[in-house]
């Protein structure tokens, strides 16, 4: 890891509540995308979109923002302030956001959609380069800020369900104004920090650190494998509420079924430290790997077996494993082996490894909804091992080149 310079005053001062705060702002990003997630397909349905296009639709802005959210978190990295870049992006997002209350067309819609994908998906890395400050900085603890995220997109699971169980999809867009308008009212309240640390120009060994950590095989081959395993649930993310309506389960149900996935995530963050703490990043992301593979062999056989809505309870709990044990692992593997002036583009780089894959099977979930219906989740079992196998090959690697901390996640901290 790269020779950090000491912290200067400025950032040895803890903003006020800065835990809390951080907390707030996980919660209030997380809702509008705890809405987006499972019902903007249905609204896409509503309005006589067909399989490949809601495709399309959903993955185009994929393939845009993995060019542009990492050149937007290394800007961030930067500039004065990256709560700054933050409240900027909250309000064009919101701002654009007002588009789908136009008359849909396809491209209207695809059109927002990519505007969109450009200044929303940079919220979420920008949320976590600066909570990993507060890690280093600070001592405070990742998992217990990051959960709140997942709270609240549980929560909005839940009451966008039953909102929907009494309007309709017709009142997704009005849905998704209103929360990124909360979400942007909680990002003026981020905690400035000013700039990340850079390391000293002094030592020629740090500067080479905090590049070749980002280019270090290892490294390069979790990120590839996370991506792929968060890849796996392109077909779910796409499709899966449209099954369910196709089932015969009401919008209160669907979001019953969202929100226990959420639920389960919860649990695992609020015990990681307990249960996982010890565990490389690695090691992590191969536990969710193998539940992955799991979870999308037995999806689609729960329905024709007769193990009906429990059994989708049932697998939903699996969540806990192929994503929530992801977002952890990955996060740890950056605070582990990445320098703070660098924690941005690392970011950017485990955002670009999980859209571009995400993308890409999205847009393939089109025509595999269209012609296998549910059969779709076998070829995302074999696109989970496809990551497994990636975190496996790191594993074995020995071009480590950063050696593993045993500090718990949420609590690994830079050298000062």
């Given at each position: ?256 079924l969202w929100a226990s996935g959420v639920i389960a ?83 950017g780089i485990a955002y670009f490894a999980n859209g ?61």
């Open positions: 890891m790269s020779s950090l310079p000491p912290l200067s005053p400025e950032q040895l001062v803890k903003p006020r509540h800065f835990e809390l705060r951080i907390a707030a702002i996980f919660a209030f990003l997380f809702i509008p995308q705890g809405l987006h997630l499972p019902y903007f397909p249905l609204w896409l349905e509503l309005k006589d979109f067909g399989p490949e296009q809601i495709a399309v639709i959903l993955s185009a802005p994929m393939f845009l923002r993995v060019f542009t959210t990492p050149l937007i978190t290394a800007f961030a990295d930067r500039a004065k302030d990256r709560a700054n870049v933050l409240i900027v992006l909250a309000a064009a997002t919101l701002t654009l956001s007002c588009g789908y209350f136009l008359e849909p067309s396809y491209v209207l819609v695809l059109g927002i959609s990519l505007a969109l994908s450009v200044v929303w998906t940079p919220h979420s890395p920008l949320a976590d380069s600066l909570a990993l400050s507060g890690v280093r900085r600070f001592g405070s603890n990742y998992t217990s800020m990051r959960v709140w995220g997942s709270i609240s997109f549980l929560c909005a699971n839940l009451a966008g369900g039953v909102v929907l169980g009494w309007s309709g999809a017709a009142i997704v867009p009005l849905l998704m104004a209103v929360s990124l308008a909360i979400g942007l009212a909680a990002s003026l309240f981020a905690p400035r920090l000013g700039r990340p640390r850079l390391a000293s120009p002094l030592s020629a060994s740090g500067m080479r650190g905090a590049g070749s950590a980002l280019l270090d095989r290892r490294f390069l081959l979790l990120a590839g494998g996370a991506g792929l395993i968060v890849a796996s649930h392109a077909f779910f993310y796409g499709f899966v509420s449209i099954y369910w309506k196709s089932l015969g389960l009401s919008d209160t149900l669907i979001g019953l995530e919860v649990f695992i963050f609020a015990t990681f430290t307990r249960v996982f703490g010890r565990r490389s990043a690695a090691a992590l992301l191969m536990i969710a790997g193998l539940f992955a593979i799991l979870r999308w062999l037995v999806f689609p056989v729960v329905w024709p077996v007769g193990a009906g809505v429990l059994g989708f309870f049932v697998v939903q709990a699996m969540h806990a494993f192929s994503t929530g044990i992801v977002i952890i692992g990955v996060q740890k593997l950056i605070a582990e082996a990445v320098p703070e002036e660098r924690t941005g583009a690392a970011q571009i894959f995400m993308a890409l099977f999205t847009l393939l979930s089109g025509p595999l909804y269209d012609r296998f219906g549910a059969g779709g989740f076998f070829v995302m079992a074999v696109v989970a091992a496809g990551g497994a196998g990636l975190v496996l090959l790191a594993r074995l690697s020995a071009a480590s080149g950063h050696p593993q901390s045993s500090a718990s996640g949420g609590e690994t901290r830079d050298p000062r």
